[in-house]
């Protein structure tokens, strides 16, 4: 079965500073990877996913199959990036199922 | 247009009641899921549609948990005989399915349910 791990449930750093949400999966197959934020008051919503290999908002996230990572980076804070970040894969097929990590909250602060 | 939308917004029950929440999908999408969202945790699937076809459904929890689609736009869940466990936030996600590698998923606001 997949499995997502995010360690950290909370982040808080300064505006400006770089931020790195860590992400760990566990897959057999070739995973989709994606990662989706929630602003206060906000629905879930889709951030980035690996394979289009955006820059979404000035974040990044590079899969890396050898530590089976997928860490969302961002290299100057803002304010309005404060939000709950959550890590998730999707098995293969296009209508299938997300498996979501437990979800990090980055607080950016001035 | 519009997107996903949940009614209600919020859900009060006695333990041992039943309730039903309510998704409209995006129009013309024809996948829909459900997610279960406990306090400090990330979604987790609870099952999935196809049109008014019920795809997976491996993820409900028991037996007293069902749901439907029955043509294929709107889609209820029915919990029977709440339990305290059963309190959490419910989701429901929308996307088209056809040829392409990867559709979104957009989410609702999501049912949270209190169960006293």
């Known amino acids: 079965a997949q499995r997502v791990t995010q360690p950290e449930k909370l982040l808080s750093v300064f505006k400006g500073a770089p931020v790195e949400l860590k992400c760990n999966y566990s897959?057999?197959?070739?995973?989709?990877l994606f990662w989706y934020v929630q602003y206060s008051r906000q629905r879930l919503q889709l951030l980035l996913r690996?394979?289009s290999r955006e820059s979404i908002k000035g974040f990044t996230a590079d899969l890396n199959k050898g530590e089976t990572s997928f860490h969302l980076k961002k290299p100057f804070a803002q304010e309005e990036d404060s939000a709950m970040y959550y890590c998730?894969?999707?098995?293969?097929?296009?209508?299938?199922?997300?498996?979501f990590g437990t979800g990090t909250r980055l607080q950016v602060t001035l | 247009g519009a997107g996903v939308s949940q009614s209600p917004r919020y859900k009060v029950a006695k333990r041992g009641q039943d309730v039903a929440l309510r998704c409209d999908p995006i129009?013309?999408?024809?996948?829909l899921f459900w997610y279960q969202q406990a306090l400090g945790q990330g979604p987790e699937f609870l099952t999935y549609f196809q049109n008014e076809a019920q795809l997976d459904k491996s993820g409900l929890p028991s037996d007293r948990f069902f749901a439907e689609r029955p043509e294929g736009s709107v889609s209820t869940l029915k919990i029977q005989r709440t339990q305290q466990e059963d309190s959490a936030v419910y989701l429901c996600?929308?996307?088209?399915?056809?040829?392409?590698?990867?559709?979104?998923?957009?989410f609702g606001p999501g049912t949270r349910l209190t169960v006293t």
């Open positions: 897959y057999s197959g070739s995973p989709e």
């Open positions: 996600a929308s996307s088209l399915v056809g040829l392409a590698a990867f559709y979104e998923q957009y």
């Open positions: 690996h394979i």
């Open positions: 129009s013309g999408h024809v996948s």
């Open positions: 998730a894969t999707q098995e293969g097929g296009t209508a299938s199922k997300l498996t």
